[in-house]
């Protein structure tokens, strides 16, 4: 018998951006306490001392007799049992690095849709392999889910993956509102994959609208985007999945096509004419597209999947590859 929360478990959160921001306000909307890792000083003491976060989703007011934020991450630890991992991939190590405190009775759920660079590891296998955590005591919430929408309340569709169906539905019913739907998965592998992965396609839509192309040929690549994501994910962990589902295409399509997505941008920046370099400079939030293309690009080394569309996005941002040539290479593969 795997590791049970309890139904009392009580929230902390690691990270203070939009979807950091945003998850908070939704736990807090159903009465749910949470502690709150920020280590950002202008956002900590905001938060404190106006229940606003000063930099991200300012708009939303906190109810802060449900917060308690601190800088203190062992603070955090020791006074939750499920532990909301919101941080840029990235930074994660950063994140962690001060951590004292034993992660043995927690439940670690990611929220973080990236991979960290040089590990060349998920979020979930990060923990796994550097906190010595069985898979009954990691998981993650996934799916289309711009925080600017979810913090606005307009109706959103989550899946949280984890391998006991009962821990899944207590985490999820602490999110569970009139505008927030949720989902439950036990393929843990396959979502967080394809959450890490859509990004790097999104990136590819944004550097097709930079360069030029329309609605049609867009259509055309995202739909190569489904396939190809499907095609690594199967062949790298074989499971039953339905990869049509809202975590898997939903998350796809929404990154490809709103507004709202920074991996779209940073292509569309790239496309327009902007170096790599400067486009990401120009970036005011990570876009994890960024570093998945590098990842994925040596994840696939061992699986040999045929991956045309990551490995032009690779190209361009690693190998400073023509974006008009290689865009025009690809359209001939399609």
């Known amino acids: 018998m795997g590791y049970k929360l309890k139904n009392d478990a009580r929230f902390g959160v690691i990270g203070y951006g939009s979807w950091a921001t945003a998850l908070v306000y939704a736990l807090q909307r159903n009465g749910q306490h949470i502690w709150w890792h920020i280590r950002n000083q202008e956002v900590l003491e905001s938060i404190q001392t106006e229940g606003r976060n000063a930099k991200y989703l300012n708009d939303i007011e906190f109810d802060n007799t449900l917060i308690d934020a601190t800088p203190d991450l ?63 005591h990691l998981g993650l919430i996934s799916g289309p889910s711009h925080a600017e929408e979810v913090s606005r309340n307009k109706l959103s569709y989550l899946t949280v993956a984890c391998t006991d169906r009962e821990n899944g539905e207590l985490i999820g019913s602490r999110f569970c509102t009139s505008t927030m739907k949720i989902r439950y998965s036990a393929d843990i592998y396959g979502i967080e994959y394809a959450g890490i992965l859509k990004n ?38 074989p499971f039953e999945r339905n990869t049509m589902d809202s975590a898997y295409l939903g998350d796809l399509l929404v990154t490809s096509y709103s507004n709202f997505s920074r991996n779209r941008r940073l292509g569309q920046l790239i496309g327009h004419g902007c170096t790599v370099k400067s486009a990401l400079n120009e970036m005011t939030m990570i876009a994890e597209g960024y570093f998945a293309a590098e990842c ?19 190209d361009i941002l690693y190998k400073r590859a023509n974006p008009r040539r290689r865009m025009k290479e690809l359209t001939d593969r399609l």
């Open 74 to 136: 062992n603070e955090v630890v020791e006074n939750s049992d499920i532990i909301i991992v919101a941080a840029p991939s990235a930074y994660l190590k950063d994140f962690m690095k001060d951590l004292t405190a034993p992660l043995d009775d927690k439940f670690i759920l990611s929220a973080t849709k990236g991979i960290i660079p040089d590990d060349y590891k998920t979020i979930t296998e990060y923990f796994r392999d550097t906190y010595g955590l069985g898979y009954d």
């Open 200 to 237: 790097i396609y999104a990136l590819a839509g944004g550097l097709a609208v930079g360069l030029g192309y329309g609605d049609n040929f867009r259509a055309v690549l995202t739909a190569a985007g489904a396939a190809e994501m499907t095609r690594f994910i199967q062949e790298s962990y």
């Open 296 to 314: 994925i690009k040596h994840i696939n080394e061992r699986h040999g999947v045929e991956m045309p569309i990551a490995d032009m996005v690779y």
